[in-house]
């Protein structure tokens, strides 16, 4: 956990702290709530839903993959609003494997 902290904090510094604090400070602003961003910041916590217990835990909610399989075709369509040909593949990847542990998990 130190060594995280100490590693954002560094990548802080050098990127620089004003920058990156004026970019987050959008989080606060109304006008930054858009339909595409609502569902980018939606799709991205249900990914670290499941990434983090993952990693941390070494537990899987594969529950969860429902709402990924979700909120990543949510993307797709946001991602096109953004031009942002790398999230559409990225999503793509995403919806496939959120498919295969649902069909893992679902199937007899």
């Given at each position: ?9 560094t990548l802080?510094?050098?990127i ?46 594969w ?7 979700f ?25 496939f ?12």
């Open positions: 956990m130190i060594i995280s902290i100490i590693y954002a904090v802080f510094v050098l620089g702290i004003k920058k990156i604090s004026s970019v987050l400070k959008m989080l606060f602003s109304i006008k930054y709530w858009t339909d595409y961003n609502i569902i980018e910041f939606s799709a991205w916590m249900a990914k670290a839903a499941i990434i983090i217990p993952g990693l941390v835990y070494g537990k899987e909610i529950q969860l993959h429902f709402l990924t399989l909120t990543s075709s949510l993307l797709i369509w946001a991602s096109m609003r953004k031009s942002l040909p790398t999230l559409i593949l990225f999503n793509t990847i995403w919806i494997i959120s498919l295969s542990i649902i069909i893992r998990h679902i199937s007899f």
